[in-house]
């Protein structure tokens, strides 16, 4: 596998339910992301990890839960969602934070996350 | 807090030019990249400006001008493939990426 993959692509969920979403990038990046997408909207920055410290928590709500084991995976933990969570949530990897064109963000496919 | 626009939809005929643009009101600048999202994929990267002027890239071109907030991507020779939404980043700091809401362009044939 190249590149950021994401699973699972497609989830429905009901409110009580709990879930995971799960990262892995095969690029040797040092640093992770987590991006809300929702229609005609733009990308809302979720949490970002480098070295697999969390830098960034962007007023995010408790229910959503990130975990990041290593430098290659990146989780999203869900628990008592709300229908307005429903999105694409978008998972992206970078070399590492320091700004620069190294620094580019390179994202996985996205999860569409449907919660009932 | 930031501030990123860019048009919602634009329409061209295959083999004609469109020109994105996007302006920007952010806290910090560190860059302002321009990434392609076809429906239900990822976001791919598409160009990155930092400096005043045009940077270009085959038949996509992005020019930034820092004074002015103000970032155009050049798409020539426009293929029924290009049809996708462009999204307009502007990275205010070490890291953090502010998205505007995306371009959906559509090519006819």
């Known amino acids: 596998e190249t590149g950021v993959t994401q699973t699972p692509r497609h989830l429905v969920m009901g409110m009580t339910n709990k879930k995971s979403l799960k990262c892995e990038q095969h690029l040797g990046h040092n640093a992770m992301y987590w991006y809300k997408q929702s229609a005609k909207k733009p990308l809302e920055l979720m949490f970002v990890y480098s070295l697999e410290e969390r830098v960034e928590n962007n007023s995010v709500p408790s229910r959503f839960s990130p975990e990041c084991p290593n430098s290659s995976h990146l989780f999203l933990h869900l628990h008592t969602l709300q229908p307005e969570d429903s999105a694409l949530y978008l998972c992206?990897?970078?070399?590492?934070?320091?700004?620069?064109?190294?620094?580019?963000?390179?994202f996985g496919p996205g999860t569409r996350l449907t919660v009932l | 807090g930031q501030n990123i626009d860019q048009p919602t939809e634009m329409t061209a005929t295959e083999g004609a030019i469109v020109q994105i643009n996007c302006t920007y009101q952010t806290s910090g600048f560190n860059g302002l990249f321009w990434y392609q999202q076809h429906a239900g994929e990822a976001p791919t990267f598409l160009s990155y400006?930092?400096?005043?002027g045009l940077e270009e890239k085959g038949r996509f071109s992005s020019f930034l001008s820092r004074s002015k907030g103000y970032s155009y991507l050049l798409l020539k020779e426009l293929q029924m493939k290009d049809s996708a939404s462009y999204l307009c980043?502007?990275?205010?700091?070490?890291?953090?990426?502010?998205f505007g809401a995306g371009t959906t362009v559509t090519v006819r044939a």
């Open positions: 980043a502007v990275r205010d700091g070490d890291y953090k990426l502010s």
């Open positions: 992206a990897s970078s070399q590492e934070p320091t700004g620069g064109r190294t620094d580019t963000q390179y």
């Open positions: 400006n930092v400096l005043d």
